[in-house]
C-alpha cells in the first residue's frame, strides 16, 4: 500500500509518500503509475516557476515534498496534486491510504 502522510502546521509543511500500491507486479501497476504520474508532474511544475519553492528527495520506496514557500500558485498545485490522489485513494482504497497529521 502507497501510504501519503500530509504533515499540516497552518499550511502544509511535508508530503512523505512511502510504499508500493501492490496492485500488480512491480512495472505494471497502475496505482502505482498513476501515483507517480500525479506527483512528478507537480513537482516539476513547481521547479518550473522556482526551484526554491520546494524541497524533495526520491528514495527507493519514498519520495518526501517540504515546501519552503508559499505563494497561490504552489499552493494550487499541491492541492490540486492531493485532490488527484484522493480521487485515486477512492477508486483503490486497498492500494494507496491518505493521512493527514496536523502538528
Given at each position: 500500500?502507497?501510504?501519503?502522510?500530509?504533515?499540516?502546521?497552518?499550511?502544509?509543511?511535508?508530503?512523505?509518500?512511502?510504499?508500493?500500491?501492490?496492485?500488480?507486479?512491480?512495472?505494471?501497476?497502475?496505482?502505482?503509475?498513476?501515483?507517480?504520474?500525479?506527483?512528478?508532474?507537480?513537482?516539476?511544475?513547481?521547479?518550473?516557476?522556482?526551484?526554491?519553492?520546494?524541497?524533495?528527495q526520491a528514495l527507493?520506496?519514498?519520495?518526501?515534498?517540504?515546501?519552503?514557500?508559499?505563494?497561490?500558485?504552489?499552493?494550487?498545485?499541491?492541492?490540486?496534486?492531493?485532490?488527484?490522489?484522493?480521487?485515486?485513494?477512492?477508486?483503490?482504497?486497498?492500494?494507496?491510504?491518505?493521512?493527514?497529521?496536523?502538528?
Amino acid at each position: 500500500m502507497i501510504k501519503v502522510n500530509i504533515l499540516v502546521n497552518d499550511t502544509i509543511q511535508k508530503i512523505e509518500l512511502v510504499g508500493h500500491a501492490n496492485y500488480s507486479e512491480y512495472g505494471k501497476d497502475i496505482v502505482c503509475s498513476a501515483t507517480s504520474s500525479i506527483v512528478t508532474t507537480t513537482v516539476n511544475a513547481i521547479l518550473m516557476f522556482d526551484k526554491d519553492y520546494i524541497t524533495y528527495q526520491a528514495l527507493k520506496d519514498k519520495f518526501i515534498i517540504i515546501i519552503n514557500s508559499y505563494n497561490d500558485i504552489v499552493d494550487k498545485l499541491i492541492t490540486n496534486m492531493l485532490n488527484l490522489l484522493k480521487e485515486l485513494e477512492k477508486d483503490y482504497p486497498k492500494n494507496i491510504k491518505i493521512k493527514e497529521e496536523i502538528l
